[in-house]
């Protein structure tokens, strides 16, 4: 487990006042006085804003300590199931069966897109849902076949956990298959890595993670711009969840209450993400 | 007084050792009552030949089987010649500051966490072996053993240098009262009489390089496929358990990881017998 997690441990300690706690003062006001640990791990989507909104809650209230790990979204379910963490975050609804089997409440509070995505050196800037649909299945498999340089396409797709995989494979592939020879990777964060490396690889990210190292394929026309998305038009889109075990208590209410806040939605924006409200 | 302080001394370090012996057993318990469902009915030979694709129903960890030994065997055959010249310039043929300042450097290295290697393979070995074969994303079975080589030789070198110091200082000092060289006496006496030594560390580096997760996880590119060349993308049975582990517990592919256990335990088993079957000496000390 601990080799598959990317542990993104947060932990400021100290009063850095950096963001003034004038401004913000109305949605942290209600961790006022509070103390103790808010446990998060799961979907790798969520982590730039689960980690801002950490910041600026630490920042405000050093009493709390939240630790926040990835894993992926089937982690988050499992491990909130199991009691082992406070909030499990998933980057796709979780099943009746988990739902059922863990008492599991959930809350979404954003909207991504995923997006595929290529090295900014390669010419190929847009895929129909036939080639996607046959890249991914290994059928075409030298860029020159989409118009490209005359090399071998790498594909790289995501582990078991991932949620991004289960999104993208339902509404891009139509659940069709995924070549034996994907190479594998296990977060959005070393999807983009990967891909931002391999001039000749093609993978899927969430679009809240797409920036100037990897270069976004519109998908049947329509680009994974956050516009496109909020409108509509980008179909390979989904929720972005935080699950808890049972109705949520203490921290973990506050901290989903803080990320459903007015302030919490702008972190969810300035991150690439769509709001919920 | 005295008598009882040692009886009781003895006792704790009694159940100390047997309680980490029996956990041993424990554990390769635990793997066969959990993958019992898999292993009555016949179903484990069918997973050891089968390929993996869970939408097919086909649980199979033949392609993990084939993509750890292959990266295993590798990576030892590339850290034996480095590891034995290595050792020989330590043990023999060096001079002392060279040798000492060499066997520092080596207890160092077994030191280093195997996630430094990983990130060094990520970006400093990966785009080097894509951009000299341009062929794949050089996520692959020669990157990863490469890196592996690097991570078992210090464990290699120091048991074969060990070994070679074991060699009787009369057989040596016959070699130089017969005016031989440094080379021929590691040539003729050091070599052939360390040769269990030898044996034994390479077993020894197989072993390792059988349960190492991080390495491969990180620069093999983690393909479900048994692999057809070194420049193709492979699972080992250790980064294969890394990333189904976060399935559903009740789902076939969370049990088929059992197997994978299962696997894994009789390899590193398989390597203990083979460590104590070159060294009869040893057995003699222990026994």
């Not at chain 1, 609804?93 to 988990?98: A, F, R």
């Amino acid at each position: 487990m601990k080799a598959k997690t990317l542990l993104v441990s947060v932990f400021l300690v100290g009063w850095s006042l950096v963001f003034g706690s004038n401004a913000n003062a109305t949605a942290l006001e209600a961790f006022k006085g509070e103390k103790g640990t808010v446990k998060i791990a799961g979907g790798t989507a969520h982590i730039p804003v689960v980690k801002e909104a950490a910041k600026r809650i630490m920042t405000y209230n050093p009493a709390i300590q939240i630790s926040i790990a990835g894993g992926g979204s089937g982690v988050g379910i499992k491990q909130v199931g199991e009691g082992l963490i406070d909030i499990g975050n998933s980057g796709r609804k979780p099943t009746d069966e988990e739902i059922k089997r863990y008492n599991l409440h959930m809350f979404k509070w954003a909207i991504d897109g995923v997006g595929i995505v290529v090295n900014p050196k390669n010419p190929v800037t847009s895929l129909s849902k036939e080639q996607t649909r046959n890249v991914f299945a290994g059928k075409i498999n030298n860029w020159k076949q989409l118009g490209g340089t005359d090399k071998p396409i790498t594909v790289y797709t995501r582990d078991e956990a991932s949620g991004t995989r289960a999104v993208f494979w339902k509404k891009a592939l139509a659940k069709g298959d995924i070549t034996p020879r994907a190479n594998f990777v296990v977060s959005n964060g070393a999807m983009k890595s990967a891909i931002a490396q391999d001039p000749y690889g093609i993978g899927y990210v969430s679009v809240g993670h797409i920036d100037d190292t990897v270069s976004a394929v519109t998908f049947c026309g329509v680009a994974p711009t956050l516009d496109n998305v909020k409108k509509g038009k980008y179909t390979i889109a989904r929720g972005l969840y935080s699950n808890t075990k049972g109705k949520p208590g203490g921290l973990a209410e506050k901290m989903i209450g803080y990320l459903l806040s007015s302030e919490g939605q702008e972190i969810v924006s300035e991150k690439g993400f769509v709001p919920v409200k | 007084m005295i008598k009882i302080h040692e009886k009781l001394i003895e006792k704790v370090l009694l159940l100390s050792a047997s309680v980490s012996a029996s956990l041993t057993i424990l554990i390769l318990g635990f793997m066969i009552v959990l993958g019992l469902p898999l292993l009555t009915g016949g179903l484990f030979f069918d997973l050891l030949t089968q390929p993996w694709s869970p939408r097919q129903e086909l649980y199979g960890i033949y392609p993990m089987v084939m993509g750890t030994l292959a990266i295993a065997f590798l990576g030892v055959l590339f850290a034996c010649p480095l590891s034995l010249g290595c050792a020989s310039l330590i043990s023999v043929l060096g001079p002392r500051p060279v040798s000492l300042f060499l066997k520092r450097i080596v207890q160092f290295m077994t030191g280093v966490p195997t996630v430094i290697y990983g990130f060094v393979g990520v970006f400093l070995l990966v785009p080097f072996i894509r951009e000299l074969f341009q062929a794949g994303s050089g996520m692959c079975v020669l990157s990863a053993s490469l890196m592996l080589a690097v991570l078992v030789s210090p464990t290699m070198i120091l048991f074969f240098s060990d070994s070679f110091n074991q060699v009787p200082a009369s057989y040596l000092n016959a070699v130089d009262a017969l005016g031989g060289s440094r080379v021929q006496k590691l040539l003729y006496i050091v070599l052939p009489c360390a040769w269990r030594g030898i044996l034994t560390g390479l077993v020894l580096g197989t072993g390792r390089a059988l349960g190492d997760t991080l390495i491969a996880l990180m620069i093999a590119g983690n393909a479900v496929q048994a692999p057809g060349s070194v420049l193709d993308s492979a699972r080992t049975l250790t980064s294969h358990i890394a990333l189904v582990i976060a399935a559903d517990y009740e789902s076939l592919e969370f049990k088929s990881i059992f197997a994978c256990g299962i696997v894994l335990y009789m390899f590193t088993t398989l390597a203990v017998i083979g460590i104590r079957a070159f060294n009869p000496s040893d057995r003699k000390t222990t026994l």
